[in-house]
């Protein structure tokens, strides 16, 4: 079946430190994966944070960069430069471009803590 | 004000009993879903709902049962509660094209004791 696996958290960072988690999927029984990274701030709900449905394109919000990587199946999500405020949970997750009831499949999650 | 309202935010039960989480959407899609995140686990795609008609059922137990009186509800009734039922429940929402985004509501935290 379908699957995402990502960055084992938590993950410790100080404030204006780099920031990578990695995302690996597999995308048996889908022939034109969605990827996407959503986000869970303290206190809210899940948010989308950013997505990509074209190989090779690269998606960004927030001072964050993912990448969809067909060849290596992977869409790790980067920051140069983090902030207090980007301490959250970071679930990577796939969808399926031509079935969009089929729903999505996420990873663990990550969770992030930002340290000044 | 929040689009995808989800009630109650936290919820008892004691095994064997039956609960309704409710779900209502203000984004104007067609499509909605149910999903459960076990301690754990990873969110997990349970059912999703096209024009009031369900599309997808991952859910092997026939105690889950969805239930759309409205477009925009997607109601999840649990029958016969159990202690592994405990997770919280998001419901989410899409326009119908293969590319739209899914927007999530708070979730629901179920306890059974």
């Known amino acids: 079946g379908d699957s995402v696996t990502q960055t084992e958290g938590p993950v410790t960072v100080s404030e204006s430190e780099s920031l990578i988690i990695n995302c690996t999927y597999s995308a048996t029984s889908i022939a034109y994966p969605n990827l996407f990274w959503y986000v869970r701030y303290p206190g809210e709900g899940l948010q989308l944070l950013l997505k990509?449905?074209?190989?090779?394109q690269k998606g960004s919000s927030r001072g964050f960069e993912a990448t969809y990587n067909k060849e290596t199946t992977s869409f790790h999500l980067q920051k140069a430069s983090v902030q207090e405020s980007d301490s959250a949970v970071y679930y990577c997750?796939?969808?399926?471009?031509?079935?969009?009831?089929?729903?999505?499949?996420f990873g663990l999650g990550t969770r992030v803590s930002v340290f000044p | 004000d929040p689009k995808i309202i989800q009630k109650p935010k936290y919820l008892v039960a004691v095994t064997g009993s039956e609960k309704i989480l409710i779900c209502e959407q203000y984004?104007?899609?067609?499509?909605m879903y149910w999903y459960r995140q076990s301690a754990k686990k990873p969110l997990e795609f349970m059912f999703s709902y096209s024009y009031q008609k369900l599309m997808d059922n991952q859910t092997a137990s026939s105690r889950f049962q969805p239930q759309s009186s409205k477009k925009n509800h997607l109601d999840l009734q649990i029958t016969a509660l159990k202690p592994d039922d405990s997770a919280t429940y998001f419901c989410a929402s899409s326009a119908t094209g293969g590319e739209d985004t899914q927007y999530f509501g708070p979730g629901t935290r179920l306890l059974v004791l």
């Open positions: 990509v449905i074209t190989a090779g």
């Open positions: 997750a796939l969808g399926d471009q031509n079935n969009y009831a089929q729903g999505l499949t």
């Open positions: 984004l104007g899609h067609n499509a």
